[in-house]
């Protein structure tokens, strides 16, 4: 019966040694394009960054985050590495690559499309 017990608490705790490696995964892909690599979310559509956002601070609020929704983060997700997680104005949490928040645009009709590069001389591709 001991050794039932034990071998029960090594499974779970591998298990929750495999949860906890899921959830810490990075928030984005990054993609091979003829233009370089680009990161973009779980669904392939392409993130961006904005020029005016600054110190890890979004700056895109309102329309603008409707035109560029965030990408979202969980209130428990952490960053590591060259990603984090910012706090916006309104209480969502959004993730950041190297301190630069994270949109897609909502004109990319499919992944892999990158029609918000340049627009308004101040929204960019986002490349790792």
């Given at each position: 019966m001991q050794r039932m017990l034990s071998i029960l608490a090594a499974s779970a705790l591998s298990l929750t040694a495999l949860t906890l490696a899921a959830t810490a995964a990075e928030p984005a892909k990054r993609v091979k394009t003829q233009n370089g690599e680009i990161l973009v979310d779980q669904k392939g559509m392409t993130l961006y960054t904005f020029d005016r956002d600054l110190g890890g601070k979004s700056a895109c609020s309102g329309m603008c985050a409707t035109n560029w929704p965030p990408l979202l983060a969980q209130k428990d997700d952490k960053g590591s590495g060259s990603w984090s997680v910012i706090q916006r104005?309104?209480?969502?949490?959004?993730?950041?690559?190297?301190?630069?928040?994270?949109?897609?645009?909502?004109?990319?009709?499919?992944?892999?499309?990158?029609?918000?590069?340049?627009?308004?001389?101040?929204?960019?591709?986002?490349?790792?």
């Open positions: 104005d309104d209480g969502t949490m959004q993730w950041a690559y190297e301190s630069k928040p994270l949109y897609t645009w909502s004109k990319d009709g499919k992944a892999g499309d990158t029609t918000g590069d340049g627009v308004n001389g101040v929204w960019h591709v986002a490349k790792p």
